[in-house]
Nanobody
Framework: QLQLVESGGGLVQPGGSLRLSCTAS????????IGWFRQAPGKERVRVSC???????????NYADSVKGRFTTSRDNANNTGYLQMNKLKPEDTAVYYC??????????????WGKGTLVTVSS
């Protein structure tokens, strides 16, 4: 079965940290760039970050302005997994976070696979 599964979401206080994981099964995640997206209640889904496949030139990572300097995306190709390290979390980071396998180099918008999402709630 071809799927992406996110994990690591939860409730955290403002200023805290979480690390989200995105594990692929049934396909090789390194053939793709990995995008992280989020959707807050009542809002559209927006891209948070992108990390290119190791097979693509440039080793690109990029981030939305709202998370630059606080979030870091990485990947472990041996374990078919991508990560999103989120530090200095703010209440406005509250959302369902999704990972996606993207065709092409960052900042591609061509999604081949979506995960089902993991909820991050930032609240005191």
């Amino acid at each position: 079965q071809l799927q992406l599964v996110e994990s690591g979401g939860g409730l955290v206080q403002p200023g805290g940290s979480l690390r989200l994981s995105c594990t692929a099964s049934g396909f090789t995640l390194d053939y793709y760039s990995i995008g992280w997206f989020r959707q807050a209640p009542g809002k559209e889904r927006v891209r948070v970050s992108c990390i290119s496949s190791s097979s693509m030139p440039g080793g690109i990572t990029n981030y939305a302005d709202s998370v630059k300097g606080r979030f870091t995306t990485s990947r472990d190709n041996a374990n078919n997994t991508g990560y999103l390290q989120m530090n200095k979390l703010k209440p406005e980071d509250t959302a369902v976070y999704y990972c996606a396998a993207l065709i092409g180099n960052c900042p591609s918008s061509l999604v081949d696979y979506w995960g089902k999402g993991t909820l991050v709630t930032v609240s005191s």
